[in-house]
């Protein structure tokens, strides 16, 4: 049974249920990626950003003799955002091949066309059936980047303590945990603003004015994903000469994510990208201490970024990429298809 499901207003056993079949699909899909927990699991799915709307379809295995509810075995949400709908289906494992996907994402996409938008976006992972399955569907490849992982287990502490330090004379770093504090607000929005064009795919869109970032940064936090910043502060201007940003997770709290990491064009070669990367693990270690990882993504030609992440021990994962589809022509596919 396929029905649309409000995050907002469903049982705590509908949320465990769904958690259950996405950690059976990590299980299945990425193996060495941790577990979800429940942990702020109703706000990750329910919370959106100003402006934006999130959609979304469950499908539930029947009643069973007593009656009980049946497990929640596949998902589709689609969030609605500038023009665009970004879609994210989950079936489990075992009910896989049954025309399932297909059914949630035809679902989704006429969705998506009654609501006027002309294209839908989805990030895949490389080498997990999500490949197929959205080639058979007409999406294209627009965008691919490599996610690396980073095990602090085998991390050189002494090392990246001096890495930490060695930016060049006039910079100072400064950590922010939780976001920037407020009277850096607007200098930090004009960083993100000054390398927004060179940002990576649509999906993620990055925060480049003050307003923005501080919805951006409240949304973080409803759904549970803590913020760390490590600024690096140019002493005669002011400016925000880089920046990196973390997020750690409440439902994969041993996992961190690095976000976008900034230095701008005036401040290059100073060593501002390392120094601020090092120091954000470091803090990291006595701020989160349950933390062992931190994974990351980063186009494939961006070198010199790649560079400083193996220094800092980042190993490179999967292709992770961003493809995209027609509305129209996906909805006239999916109609054709018996
Ligand atoms: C991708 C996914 C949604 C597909 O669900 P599904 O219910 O198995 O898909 P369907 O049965 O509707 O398949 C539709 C078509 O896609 C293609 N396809 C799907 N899985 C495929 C596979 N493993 N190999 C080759 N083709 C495949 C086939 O053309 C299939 O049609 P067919 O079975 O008639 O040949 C499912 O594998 C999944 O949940 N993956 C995880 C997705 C995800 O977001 N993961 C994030 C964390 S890894």
Redesign the pocket.
Known sequence: MVREWDPRNASSVEIASLLDTLNA??AA??PQDPPWRESSMREYLAEVMPGERRISWVAQDGPAADGTPGPILGHVHVLLLGGIGVL????HPSV???????DLVKLAARRVWDEGFQSIGVEV?GD???V??YE?LGFAREYVETRSVLDLGAVDWPALTEMATGVSAGYHLEFCPGGPPDDLIEAYARTKAEVRDLDDGELRPSSYDPQRLRDSLDTLHRRGMKPYIVLALHEQTGEVAGLTEVVVPAQHPTRADQYDTIVVQDHRGYGIDRAIKARMLLELRSAEPELAEVQTWNAQANEAMLKVNAELGYRPDRDWCEYGVDVGELVHRLDAHR
């Open positions: 699909v990590l899909d990425l994210e289906v989950l079936v896989r091949r049954t025309g399932l996907g297909r992972v997990t059936p999500a197929a399955f058979s």
